[in-house]
């Protein structure tokens, strides 16, 4: 099968982007080298195509209890504007996917009617096929009244990350709906939300982004994202410079850091507990209470190494000798000038311990580092 293709495809190419596959997408992996992307968003601004990342609406009657049920977090803690990370698990409380689940102003999502209640979230690259299925075969099945539209054709998707972000967003922004002024956006709180208009585009604003600095994500028509993108002057980024800062900061990625097959993991070994409500009623509820009660044998955490070399994923942990676990992402910090990494170590060890992992058959000194790295 062809790989997608988002709206700013060409774009990328006529500046120069080396490209990727990620998750069926043709996606730029670096335009001018990732360490230059990299401090660009640590020091200054850079601006991310994430077109790729699903978004699935969500409205009715029932849409309320139907995003409560396959979402790990309380989506009735949401107002319109606001919104939350959270996971989707499987009934033993495995994650099928991390995603951002944002309340929309009532009556905003495809296909709702009226003043319906309205949801967006966002699956991971080319997870949204899969997670429209679900939504929709648990509505069926459970008899709820939502309806459920996979728009991730309808939106392109773009980051602007870094200090300098807020700045820009806020000179890009020629109206904010509602009663609030324009520039008033880059006063949004940590994961705020709204529409406003960019390049003449009615978006949808959200203070959110995967990098750890400063920023925004805009879900602009896709017919229109080449506008919003040329709408900020700052670095072009790619998916390489999205993987380091990520890993400096200790977010998970889907598909390296958890798979449902390749790496079964629940919230809690993967650090993302917090994003579990046990008094809402959720598949894989039940076992993540159970395994809340019992504890767990490994968590995610970061390691970074003393000895020469650079970590990956699936390279071996060990402690006096003995196997404590694995690595599933690793990275020369372009801040640090270090190699760190992150993956799932024994509960056994702690902050600070002296561990090894064995990169080519050599055991390279290492130490236990609980993330962030910078």
């Not at 939350?84 to 495995?94: C, F, L, N, P």
């Not at 003995?322 to 690595?327: A, F, K, S, W």
Request: proline share 6%; hydrophobic share 35%; glycine share 12%.
């Amino acid at each position: 099968m062809a790989s997608r293709e988002t709206p700013l495809h060409g774009t990328h190419d006529d500046l120069g982007a080396k490209f990727t596959d990620f998750g069926g997408w043709q996606m730029p992996v670096e335009f001018e080298s990732i360490r230059v992307e990299h401090e660009a968003v640590r020091e200054e601004a850079g601006i991310f195509d994430v077109s790729h990342m699903g978004q699935i609406e969500v409205s009715g009657p029932d849409a309320t209890t139907l995003m409560q049920r396959l979402t790990t977090n309380d989506v009735t803690a949401l107002d319109p504007g606001e919104s939350q990370y959270s996971a989707i698990t499987r009934e033993d409380g495995v994650i099928i996917d991390d995603t951002i689940v944002y309340r929309y102003p009532d009556g905003e999502a495809a296909g709702a009617t009226g003043e319906e209640t309205s949801f967006l979230f966002i699956p991971n690259a080319g997870h949204d096929e899969q997670m429209y299925d679900r939504w929709v075969d648990y509505r069926d099945e459970a008899g709820l009244e939502a309806t459920v539209e996979n728009t991730t054709e309808t939106w392109g998707m773009i980051a602007v990350q870094g200090p300098d972000a807020p700045g820009l967003v806020t000179d890009a922004v020629t109206e904010l709906e509602g009663s609030a002024p324009a520039d008033t956006v880059s006063a949004f709180s940590r994961n705020e939300a709204g529409f406003g208009t960019i390049a003449g585009a009615r978006c949808f604003i959200a203070k959110t982004g995967y990098t750890g600095e400063p920023g925004f994500e805009v879900m602009c028509p896709t017919d229109d994202a080449v506008d919003v993108w040329e709408a900020f002057d700052c670095e072009p980024c790619g998916l390489g410079a999205r993987d380091t800062l990520r890993i400096e900061k200790g977010f998970l990625l889907s598909g390296e850091d958890f798979h449902p097959e390749e790496e079964p993991r629940t919230p809690f070994e993967a650090g993302i507990g917090f994003a579990v409500k046990l008094d809402t009623e959720f598949v894989g509820r039940d076992a993540l209470e159970a395994q809340n009660e019992e504890g767990i044998d490994e968590r995610f955490t970061g390691v970074k190494l003393l000895d020469r070399g650079v970590p990956r994923g699936g390279y071996e942990l060990r402690a006096d000798g003995e196997p404590v676990g694995h690595l599933t992402s690793g990275t020369m910090s372009p801040t640090l000038s270090e190699p760190i990494a992150l993956g799932y170590l024994s509960t056994d060890c702690e902050e600070g311990d002296r561990i090894s992992v064995v990169v080519r058959g050599d055991e390279k000194r290492a130490k236990v580092v609980t993330p962030p790295f910078v």
